[in-house]
Structures are given as C-alpha cells and as structure tokens.
C-alpha cells in the first residue's frame, strides 16, 4: 500500500460510498485468522444477460479466498484472491458488486488489505472466466489494486460517469492544505477492454467541490455483506 503522510487508521474512517467503518478493533486488536462468514453466496448479475448469478467466495486459508461464480445457465468460473483484511481490520474480503466499467454485468470487488485506507481488487467477467480488471493508473499505484481513502487531511477515490455512451472514471488523490483541497484527477475512459487514460489534472477544489469526489461515486454497490 502507497506510504500516506497521515494518522493511522481512525473509528471515523467512512468511504462515500458506503465501503466499511471499521471496527474499534481495526487501531491495534490482535489480528483474525478468517472471517466469522466461512462461506459468502449473493445472487447478482455477472454476466450481463439480465439474470442474476450465484457468487460464492470461500476462504481457502488464512488469507486466501476462492471466487467462483455459476451462471444462470450454467457457466462456472473462479479466481483466487490473497487478502489480509481478516487481520488488518477483522472482516470479511467481500464488499459487493457494481457496474464499473462500460461492459453489461457486475464487477466483484474484493478487500485485500487496509490501513490508512483500503486496498481492493476487481473481478470481472471475461468470456466465461473471471478476470482481474486493472485499476485506472495514477501516481504509484499498481497495476490491479484500487486504493480508497476518506481521512480528514488525505482523499483517494473514484468518481464514474458516462458520457455520449462512453464510461469514464476520475481517479482521485486529494491532501488538505489550509481551507482547500489540492492534488491531482486523473480521468480514463473504457476503451478496448481496460481504462485509458485521456487527461492528468492537479487541482485546487473547495471542501464542497471535494466533496463529489469521496469513495466509490457515481455507482451504487449492491449484494453488500
């Protein structure tokens, strides 16, 4: 996870879009093996035929987890995730489903770590597998993991549109400075199977104008635990 110039992780930690308020346990509690949820099963679209899928995520060991899903007419797939949020925070790996990217169907978004923030990955349905999507790029990130962040002096998160048909997203990196918000929006569009980047803007906002960009924005997360 990216170093952050700010206080570990508080009680008050709350992303926009409804992603986790850890736990007073989160700041120094001995740390979980697995997830009191051994097996995790939600009915969501993944495909994008219309119809819901059964996804099912059970841990494997103490942080790895299988991802399978079965399609309402009868496709299987699965991925495996290593995850350690069971010990940085004491929940379970699954967050939910969304419709990120400009493709028909549900991505799967997993917890992997938290700190600071979190680190997610994103599973998605490619020709009857489950793939990761790699995140927009921004600064240091890597190539598949998505970082959110809700403090009072640092905001990493994403905000999703679309526009003339075309999915857009602006990856967000925002630090406190005095009354204002400053740092740097990267936009991506979904073109040819991933995002790509079209513009790299730094910033200088309000707090009302930062305030559009907190979490997850612009989607609505569904099947949450």
């Given at each position: 996870?990216r170093?952050?110039?700010t ?49 099912t995520?059970?841990?494997?060991a103490?942080t790895?987890?299988?991802v ?35 493709v ?13 923030g ?19 790029r ?12 809700d403090?009072d ?9 679309t ?18 918000w ?44």
């Amino acid at each position: 996870m990216r170093p952050i110039k700010t206080a570990v992780l508080i009680a008050a930690l709350a992303l926009a879009a409804g992603l986790l308020v850890p736990s007073a346990q989160a700041a120094g509690a001995a740390p979980h093996t697995l997830p009191a949820v051994a097996v995790r099963t939600v009915a969501v679209d993944v495909d994008g035929d219309a119809v819901a899928d059964t996804v099912t995520v059970t841990p494997l060991a103490a942080t790895s987890y299988s991802v399978a899903v079965q399609t309402a007419d009868g496709e299987v797939a699965s991925a495996t995730v290593h995850s350690t949020i069971a010990g940085d925070w004491g929940v379970e790996p699954w967050y939910g489903a969304a419709r990120l990217d400009g493709v028909r169907g549900h991505e799967l978004l997993l917890l992997t770590s938290g700190g600071d923030g979190v680190m997610f990955r994103v599973l998605t349905w490619r020709s009857g597998t489950l793939v990761l999507e790699g995140a927009p790029r921004s600064l240091a990130k890597g190539t598949y993991d998505w970082y959110l962040a809700d403090l009072d002096q640092v905001r990493f998160g994403y905000r999703f549109s679309t526009r003339d048909g075309r999915r857009f997203v602006k990856d967000v990196e925002l630090f406190a400075s005095g009354s204002r918000w400053k740092g740097t929006i990267v936009t991506s569009v979904w073109k040819a199977g991933a995002w790509r980047r079209t513009a790299t803007k730094k910033v200088s906002l309000t707090a009302s104008q930062a305030a559009a960009y907190r979490g997850l924005a612009g989607v609505t997360v569904v099947a949450k635990p």
